[in-house]
């Protein structure tokens, strides 16, 4: 894990220095830039020699990936993809088993397997083949770099006697290096978050529960803030059939296989500053200090399985933390089309609470992602998820779910969004340490609007609303059923 971490670091090292000064438009499905001017086919070949002209059409270009997201980890955010494009992994002539000439302005297949590159989302995570791609980049050799960053910062408002006002920094700057290995592809990335600069007590949001602020207290009534080091990982791919690979993820940190893409990098939500109450039933492990996850691909199935570290990151957040890959996550994965995405998820997590040693937990997770573009420069996503938490406490289990449904519109600068969500919790009373099950919801919407400064800066000014549902045995410490929280930002994008 050691020398991922060091690897890894380098290559974001990398990534930050050349971009700024050599980043360059790449036009890649999805992508709504213009490619480099290039001779015309013919003409080029006429003037390459025969041996190197046969080298290059088997040559394997280094494909790009993408994390994408507003706070964390992973790659890039992007325009939706163009219908001729949303096929092109399985129409697409093989090339050495994997991708055509990025600089040519061809078509990229994932890091991951000889699929369209549109489809990859934080860790090992599928999203709509349809899904939005941006960064900048550049090469350095048989590197292929990319960088990306998003800062918000964010007044936050939450009402009655639990909630609080606040002004914090969040987001994420993100770096990935990849390049040809073999038949495939080896892949390094790295997410860094200002996260931990709000402070350990993270910020006000009703009905948020989990992990501890100071090693003694669970956090109620508030969001943690995320570790400094989101993921640092690599990752090796090998072709094994035309549209089949197998291939290696770890990450220290890292993200296993359990859950859809982290909240930060699904489209339909990626836009807010906000976090799910739903969080810990879904994708709290997107930052787990030890990953080490195992797959294979075959067109538009995907079978995985991870062996990682089970305890939630602690109150410390600028450290790398170690421990033993103690824990299981099983993820099926399909895209039956290019505007959907779907997976299914088990994991059984060992001793993940800090504040609950010896209480393992088993997760189960089902979701359903959609990206659409259904009209010129008018994009649609949306997310349904479901998850549920189930523990052995004094020899009864437990069981309590989530629901979650998001969506989002883009037109030009403008995007509007918004959440709704149901969760059966029970650790909403500090007193108690497994109380009821109190079932709360939640209904946020908002719209930020983006104004380009340079070629690549943007600066978006937004906020949203929130409507939380309590139940009557929850509403004297809220002092009401629907307390309200908003929240107005600015953030700063790098395309």
């Known amino acids: ?193 200002p996260d931990p600069l709000m402070g350990k007590r993270g910020y006000a949001l009703l009905l948020a529960s989990g992990e501890t602020a100071n090693g003694r207290d669970r956090l109620i009534d508030r969001q943690h803030p995320h570790d400094f080091f989101m993921e640092l990982s690599a990752s090796v791919s090998q072709n094994i059939g035309p549209k089949s690979s197998v291939f290696l993820y770890a990450g220290l940190p890292g993200e296993p296989a359990f859950g859809p893409p982290a909240f930060m990098h699904r489209e339909a939500i990626m836009d807010s500053p906000e976090a799910p109450i739903s969080h810990h039933w879904l994708d709290s492990t997107h930052i787990s200090f030890g990953v080490l996850t195992a797959g294979v691909a075959r067109d538009r199935v995907k079978l995985e399985i991870s062996r990682f570290n089970g305890r939630e990151p602690d109150q410390h957040r600028w450290n790398v933390e170690t421990g033993a890959l103690d824990s299981t996550a099983i993820r099926l994965s399909w895209n039956p089309t290019s505007e959907l995405s779907l997976q299914g998820s088990w994991g059984h997590f060992v001793d993940p609470e800090q504040l609950e040693p010896g209480v393992d937990q088993k997760r189960w997770s089902a979701s359903l992602l959609y990206a659409r573009e259904v009209a010129p420069g008018w994009k649609l996503a949306g997310t349904l998820a479901w998850g549920r938490k189930t523990i052995d406490h004094d020899g009864e289990s437990l069981s309590d779910d989530a629901f979650v449904a998001e969506a989002s519109a883009k037109h030009g600068p403008w995007t509007i969004f918004g959440r709704a969500e149901i969760t059966e919790n029970r650790e909403l009373l500090a007193e108690v340490e497994h109380g009821p099950a109190f079932r709360v919801g939640k209904v946020s919407a908002g719209a930020v609007r983006d104004f380009r400064v340079t070629e690549h800066l943007s600066v978006g000014a937004g906020g949203l609303v929130s409507l939380n549902f309590v139940p009557d045995g929850l509403a004297p410490l809220y002092d009401g059923h629907n307390p309200i929280g908003a929240m107005g930002f600015l953030r700063f994008k790098l395309h």
């Open 1 to 193: 894990m050691t020398k991922i971490l060091t690897a890894t670091v380098s290559a974001l090292a990398l990534a930050s220095l050349a971009a700024p000064a050599l980043a360059q438009h790449h036009h890649t499905p999805g992508m709504q830039v213009p490619a480099p001017k290039q001779e015309p086919a013919a003409k080029k070949a006429a003037k390459r020699p025969a041996k190197r002209q046969q080298a290059r059409e088997t040559e394997i270009a280094a494909p790009v990936s993408q994390d994408h997201t507003q706070h964390g980890a992973g790659m890039v955010p992007a325009v939706a993809a163009t219908p001729d494009s949303q096929h092109h992994g399985a129409d697409q002539p093989d090339m050495g088993g994997r991708d055509h000439d990025e600089h040519a302005g061809h078509a990229m297949s994932g890091a991951l397997g000889a699929y369209p590159m549109q489809r990859e989302s934080s860790g090992t995570a599928w999203q709509p083949d349809a899904s939005e791609h941006m960064g900048l980049m550049t090469t350095a050799g048989n590197w292929t770099l990319m960088a990306h960053g998003v800062v918000n910062l964010v007044a936050d408002h939450q009402s009655g006697p639990r909630g609080d006002k606040q002004l914090f920094p969040s987001g994420m700057l993100m770096g990935m290096a990849r390049r040809p290995l073999g038949n495939g592809t080896l892949q390094l990335r790295a997410s860094l978050s």
